[in-house]
């Protein structure tokens, strides 16, 4: 079993940042890959990024590829999501999400066995 723990999210105006943190707990979750995932409501949850158990290798949703930076702590069970020059249409709760697929990073909502209880990022323009 993993458990996830998101913090981070808040309001921020457009252009603004914010930095979403995802605490993993389990004895094998640095084995995970993890993802960042969010959901309009309304709408179906959506990739955002991912990034594979040793860190090496990261993948990115093409709206987000540029503003978006995941990284991961494996000493501590972290994965981080910086983001930088939000817009509205960021606005949306993110979810954490972790993968025994650990050595690729993966897209699919049905491939993420874990999830977190998600953080609410509100983007005002």
């Known amino acids: 079993q993993v458990q996830l723990v998101e913090s981070g999210g808040g309001l921020v105006q457009t252009g603004g940042s914010l930095r979403l943190s995802c605490a993993a707990s389990?004895?094998?979750?640095?084995?995970?890959?993890m993802g960042w995932f969010r959901q309009i409501s309304g709408k179906e949850r959506e990739f955002v990024a991912g990034?594979?158990?040793?860190?090496?290798?990261?993948d990115y949703a093409n709206d987000v590829k540029g503003r978006f930076t995941i990284s991961r702590d494996n000493t501590k069970n972290t994965v981080d999501l910086q983001m930088n020059s939000l817009n509205p249409e960021d606005t949306a709760v993110y979810y954490c999400?972790?993968?025994?697929?650990?050595?690729?990073?993966?897209?699919?909502?049905?491939?993420?066995?874990?999830w977190g209880q998600g953080t609410r990022v509100t983007v005002s323009s």
């Open positions: 999400a972790a993968t025994p697929y650990g050595g690729v990073v993966v897209r699919g909502v049905w491939q993420y066995h874990y």
């Open positions: 389990g004895r094998t979750s640095s084995s995970y890959s």
């Open positions: 990034i594979e158990r040793s860190g090496g290798r990261t």
